[in-house]
């Protein structure tokens, strides 16, 4: 037998060493971005691929310890993701799939969707930090949302009484919320009595998708609402299980960030 | 006295023909004047004299506007202070209803009390019928089960009439909704129930609408918009089924109390 090694000869050490540096490395250079996103789900993941696109410095905080929220699956457990016209274009731009069942309905496979837009995110430079929640919000001058507080997720999960574990601060000069129906960086707002959430109405499929669109925008100083956050906002009907509302939501939440970003 | 029907036109799609519907009236009551206008607030604020109080009165519409959106069917809608892109969005569709985006739902008396403050001065008569069509959805609060309804018309001055309203108030046929709450995709179970409801830019929604025009007409000037035969135009329907029936199918237009009242409009006016 051989007594040569398929891999190289390195140490626990150095893995160790591997991780943490390189972790506290970006970490470091991310406590200031141009734009931090709350929610690594597919309004999120565009967002932040459009935004880092035209070659902003992103940072996407995601608080499971996997990214693509709802995208890897359509519905009930089933991974078949439905997009209807024209979201479809965003899907063929990234490669995947796609077939149209009805007129203007396309279905594709959400692995496979889920994952090219992950790369395609990775891809234009976004930079992710996991198993991390949103705690707070930064309000600066005018109350003007500057960034965000964020702590470790186990942290919540554990009783208060055997965790003290303070959170640390990002800054950034525009906040973007994708935290789907919770729409958590809101609602910090609404304890504050800075703005009101009405939180989602009933479903009307047909329509949704539209007014989601249509009210992605910037609800406070600093901080824009995209994807389904937009719905419990201002009280939008609920939307089945349909993504191009998410991608497109998305899309134009960029477009509001960067337009804000030049100014 | 009745002088002149006023058909507003806040849809402008082809498969809501409104000179079709005022043609059809014309053979209906004879020689009250009947005029078709653009989409209601754009033709009440191309009214007003100043341009400052145009900007005016087009900002506070888009606040109460705002204001009048239900949140949650099932709770009566309370006074809220909606935000400012709420407003702003209602503001950039103001002069333009016929390219908002459908899917907000309102409260449908709380909108013809704003209208009805915007009609021009000198339209503010029973001598006038404004009759609004627009393709936003409205409803009323139903006292009987603490929850709002979908309507397709709301008879007042103004009426309003929606065609959104049209396909989503008239409740579909039963088999319709299990097999919605089975999962499967509306769009294809659109294709599955093609026919048996009015669906968005149906072409039959011109010769339905006439039979809205006609209730809206005798709310104007009986207050009663109404006749229970299930084969009579005036039929106050609750079911696509029904609302097919009495506009497209049935052997007669009207019944025949309703055709002598016709009868004696024609030849007063």
């Known amino acids: 037998m051989s007594n040569k090694k398929i891999f190289s000869l390195v140490g626990e050490k150095e893995v160790t060493k591997a991780i943490v540096g390189e972790f506290a490395k970006q970490f470091t250079e991310y406590v200031e971005s141009d734009c931090i996103i709350i929610g690594g789900g597919p309004s999120g993941l565009m967002a932040g691929r459009e935004l880092a696109k035209k070659g902003y410095k992103v940072l996407i905080i995601e608080r499971n310890n996997y990214l693509g929220g709802g995208f890897w699956i359509g519905g009930y457990l089933m991974n078949k993701i439905t997009i209807r016209e024209p979201a479809q274009e965003i899907l063929k731009e990234l490669g995947v799939p796609c077939e149209e069942i009805s007129k203007g309905l396309y279905v594709a496979d959400g692995p496979h969707a889920c994952s090219k837009l992950i790369a395609s995110t990775c891809d234009a430079g976004v930079k992710f930090v996991t198993m991390t929640s949103f705690d707070d919000i930064i309000l600066k001058e005018k109350n003007k949302v500057s960034g965000v507080v964020i702590n470790w997720t186990p942290v919540q999960a554990l009783p208060r009484e055997i965790t003290c574990v303070d959170p640390i601060g990002l800054e950034s000069k525009i906040v973007i919320d994708a935290t789907g129906h919770d729409a958590f960086v809101a609602r910090k707002l609404e304890e504050r009595g800075l703005m009101k959430t009405q939180g989602f109405g009933a479903m009307w499929v047909d329509r949704s998708e539209d007014l989601i669109i249509e009210y992605t925008g910037e609800v406070h100083p600093g901080l824009i609402v995209i994807g389904m956050a937009v719905s419990t906002i201002f009280g939008l009907p609920r939307m089945g299980p349909t993504f191009g509302a998410m991608l497109l939501s998305g899309k134009k939440g960029a477009e509001i960030a960067e337009k804000n970003l030049s100014i | ?269």
């Not at chain 2, 704003?114 to 069509?133: K, W």
């Not at chain 2, 009426?159 to 909704?177: C, D, M, N």
């Not at chain 2, 309703?258 to 030849?267: D, F, N, V």
């Open chain 2, 1 to 269: 006295m009745l002088k002149k029907i006023c058909l507003y036109n806040g849809v402008k799609k082809d498969f809501l023909n409104l000179h079709k519907i005022s043609d059809y009236l014309r053979t209906k009551i004879g020689k009250i004047k009947i005029e078709i206008r653009d989409d209601f607030i754009n033709y009440c604020i191309s009214k007003i004299p100043s341009e400052k109080e145009k900007v005016k009165i087009a900002e506070n519409l888009s606040i109460k506007i705002a204001q009048c959106r239900i949140i949650n069917p099932n709770k009566r809608k309370i006074e809220r202070t909606p935000h400012q892109l709420e407003i702003n969005l209602e503001k950039k569709y103001i002069l333009n209803w016929s390219q908002k985006p459908v899917g907000n739902f309102y409260d449908g008396f709380d909108l013809i009390l704003i209208f009805s403050n915007i009609i021009p001065q000198e339209e503010i008569s029973l001598d006038f019928c404004h009759i609004i069509f627009t393709n936003q959805l409205f409803g009323t609060w139903d006292e009987k089960d603490l929850r709002y309804h979908a309507r397709v018309a709301i008879f007042g001055f103004p009426t309003i009439i929606s065609t959104t309203g049209l396909v989503e108030a008239p409740a579909k046929p039963r088999e319709f909704y299990i097999k919605k709450q089975m999962g499967i995709d509306p769009l294809v179970l659109k294709e599955e129930f093609r026919g048996k409801f009015i669906d968005y830019e149906d072409p039959r929604t011109t010769e339905v609408m006439k039979g809205y025009v006609i209730q809206a007409l005798f709310f104007h000037l009986f207050g009663d918009p109404f006749c229970s035969d299930k084969n009579c135009r005036l039929y106050n329907a609750h079911w696509q089924e029904e609302v097919i029936n009495a506009q497209l199918k049935s052997e007669y237009e009207f019944c025949s109390k309703h055709e002598k009242i016709l009868t004696k409009i024609k030849s007063q006016f």
